[in-house]
């Protein structure tokens, strides 16, 4: 037989009200009773039915995420930071994949209606504005991570001028002047035309001409980065001293192909990734890095939503401060002059 609320509040003596706010985490109790309540409702086998509780309350506790269907593993570690927050405050997490095709996308978005999510959090998305419209006209809180997309709705991110300023300043502080942006560097997603814009603007801020800069790729692959300097450029002749990789991935395809063609890193060629993952660790030589902070991206944003009044609050935008991490894989031209 199905364990009810009133079995457990009669066993612990309570009232049913009680013990429902006890399990929800509402109201006032004291720490002791709490645990009473909760190792009674475990060792009886109580399970609240939550779409009852989100019906009678008429606010689910339920937040969904939509992850690019193709992505680097930074999500990973983003929904890591998300679970945590939203675990410790009675939320659950609905994982959704968004592909750019366009019924796929009304697919997605019929399903976070129909669990009535309270929230959703785009992961590095460029999301059609359509769904943002509609999300916001059934006043679903829509936060974005790791991307500005949109004036309407709030964001959690790193600051991609000030991590990219880092690197070129790092990489013109240690002697290169020719330097490649490699991985996803085309104009049509809002990550990707903001870190070429960025670095193209933080080369000509240091007076460096349109011929030290160098762009390859249409994606955060591994692929891309192999190929870049294997199909794209002449491994034995690199027009550059040093490549961004906008991912750790595509770093790890740089060395790679590096090592594969008996060429070395930092010596023939010097690298700095955009993520900072473990994967920079455990490359050999470890590759230099600006790391974000993708759990906190996550912890943030959640706490954000519960922070939050869909009625009165503006949208905020808050950047997670990024770290420019030394390691081996940048060669230092001015001594060796």
Known sequence: MKVTLKDVANAAGL??????????????YSEVTAKRVRELAQEMGYYKNQNAADLSSKRSRVVGV???????????????????????????????YLDEDEDHQYQVFQTLLSRQVGAVFMLSLDIPSWMIDKLLEEQISVISLTALLSEQISAVTSNEFEMMN????????MGHKNIALVGDTKLTTNISS??????????????????????????????TGYTSVTTGYNINQLPFTAAIATADMVGQGLINAMSDHGKTVPEDL?????????QTEIARPKLTT??????????????LFLDSDSEKTEPQIIYIPTELIQRDSVLNLNSTK
Request: aromatic share 10%.
């Open 15 to 28: 009232s049913v009200a009680s013990v429902s706010r006890i399990l929800t985490n509402r109201g006032r």
């Open 66 to 96: 939509v992850v690019p269907l193709i992505h680097t593993n930074f999500a990973d570690e983003i929904i890591k930071g998300l679970y945590e927050t939203t675990i410790s405050s009675g939320y659950e997490l609905l994982i959704t």
């Open 166 to 173: 880092s690197i070129v300043d790092y990489l013109i502080d």
């Open 194 to 223: 903001t870190r070429r814009t960025n670095f193209i603007k933080s080369m000509t801020d240091h007076n460096l001409a349109y011929e030290n800069i160098f762009l390859y790729g249409n994606d955060h692959s591994y692929e």
């Open 270 to 278: 010097s690298i700095v990734t955009i993520d900072g993952l473990q």
């Open 290 to 303: 600006v790391k974000q902070d993708f759990p906190e991206i996550g912890r943030i944003a959640m706490q």
